[in-house]
């Protein structure tokens, strides 16, 4: 065999190795994460999600920096080691002759790329798109929808604002009306929420957008009540899960949704830059597509892929992720999260002066949370964590909801938070003695 030739075999072979026991991730994960879970094997969930010795292993593959603690995750994620190296390997490929390696070897990953991902999802493959963020999957549901005008999406003040910009602009351009809700979060009250959109429901109310979890601060939506209270009357609803997906460990059609889009770079630490889109498989020919698509009434999920050129390397790492998630177990790692989530705001949460602005119920909230300090905006309390602890925020200031952002991931060691607990701590005494002057 020549050598053009056992190249060219082992350069195919990479589309599906992600997906096979010669995976980068088996080849430098597996043996060690077996040994851990086979000593935590004995532990039930709780003691699990604490066993520190357990979840130094998931930290040492990520190579986040040093010099800061970063608890915005709930912005983009970092991807770890494996899944870095993954990118590198396809980009070095595509840059050996782009038009070839992209066109004619690249591009053949999608299809198992699609299956991987409907498997997690617990969806058909053929439901599945592969795209750039949830953004991007959103945006092609809001503008492809056939709606007419008069007809009412209603949504919520606290959804994200891509979205909320996407509705305004079909209504200026189609002259849908668009209906929002406001909420005053932390709601711990399923039947509450679930009610706010059956009273905004009118005879010509055609489709209901819910975000699964609140970005600003975390707060978990009853998505399936709210879904199943619409299809009562006919109304088609539409799921951001940018912040559930890869995080909570669930299957989109539990969801009772019709479309749902997600970004897979934030909770599935997938390459930075990509996205999925899943539409109901009978839903899929009316939806047009955003970019591209010669046939509008196409029943091909395919037609949301036509986005020209784009990063072939950063959709195939995606695999790789996927694997390093299901190393872990979904189940695991929300639970993990989850309580690092908990770790922090309960430390917090009765230290004078301080405000926590999302639930504690772990059916109300997952990894995101939100804190403020009496007396000081967002911005100084984001900045003082910053400036003075080297712990990475963000601050938030969107409609009723102002307050610091914390989001730890499974990377995310408990002496970081105990920092960002003392720190809290410092600066709220800090505050509190300044204001007695």
Not at 98 to 107: A, K
């Amino acid at each position: 065999m020549t050598n053009h030739r056992r190249n060219f075999i082992k350069q195919a072979a990479m589309l599906t190795g992600a997906f096979s026991a010669a995976s980068m991730f088996n080849q430098v994960h597996a043996e060690e994460w077996q040994s851990a879970s086979k000593r935590i094997a004995h532990l039930n969930p709780a003691q699990v999600a604490e066993d520190e010795e357990y979840w130094s292993v998931i930290q040492n593959a990520y190579t986040v920096s040093p010099t800061i603690i970063n608890l915005n995750n709930g912005g983009v994620s970092p991807s770890p080691l494996v899944v870095q190296q993954a990118v590198a390997r396809f980009n070095d490929l595509a840059n050996e002759g782009p038009s070839y390696f992209m066109w004619r070897i690249l591009d053949q990953g999608r299809e198992p790329l699609r299956e991987k991902l409907a498997e997690l999802a617990g969806t058909l493959p053929d439901e599945i798109a592969v795209n750039r963020n949830a953004t991007e999957a959103l945006n092609t549901i809001i503008y492809g929808l056939p709606l007419q005008r008069g007809d009412e999406v209603i949504g919520t003040k606290q959804d994200y604002p891509h979205m909320i910009q996407a509705y305004n602009k079909r209504a200026q351009r189609d002259g849908i009306v668009y209906k929002q809700l406001s909420f005053d979060f932390p709601i711990e009250d399923d039947d509450q929420i679930v009610q706010a959109y059956a009273d905004a429901i009118t005879p010509k109310t055609k489709l209901i957008h819910v975000t699964h979890v609140i970005n600003w601060v975390g707060q978990i939506m009853p998505v399936r009540k709210i879904c199943d209270m619409a299809h009562t009357k006919g109304i088609e609803v539409i799921v951001d899960g940018a912040h559930s997906f890869g995080l909570m460990d669930y299957k989109i059609p539990d969801l009772h949704c019709d479309y749902f889009g997600t970004s897979l770079h934030k909770f599935l630490s997938a390459p930075i830059g990509s996205g999925m889109l899943w539409i109901k498989k009978e839903k899929i020919e009316k939806v047009w597509a955003l970019v591209c698509g010669d046939k509008a009434n196409d029943p091909d999920i395919r037609k949301f892929e036509d986005l020209g050129t784009r990063s072939f390397p950063i959709e195939q790492g995606i695999g790789e992720a996927i694997n390093f998630h299901e190393g872990i177990g979904p189940k695991r790692k929300e639970d993990r999260i989850r309580y690092l989530k908990n770790y922090w705001a309960s430390r917090v949460k009765d230290i004078p002066k301080v405000k926590l602005h999302t639930s504690l119920k772990p059916q109300y909230s997952c990894a995101i949370c939100g804190v403020s300090i009496d007396g000081m905006t967002p911005g100084e309390l984001d900045n003082a964590l910053m400036n003075q602890y080297k712990i990475h925020t963000v601050g938030i200031v969107w409609e009723n909801i102002s307050c610091v952002r914390i989001t730890p991931h499974v990377y995310t060691r408990t002496q970081d938070l105990d920092k960002l607990v003392r720190a809290i701590g410092e600066i709220a005494e800090k505050t509190k003695a300044a204001k007695s002057k």
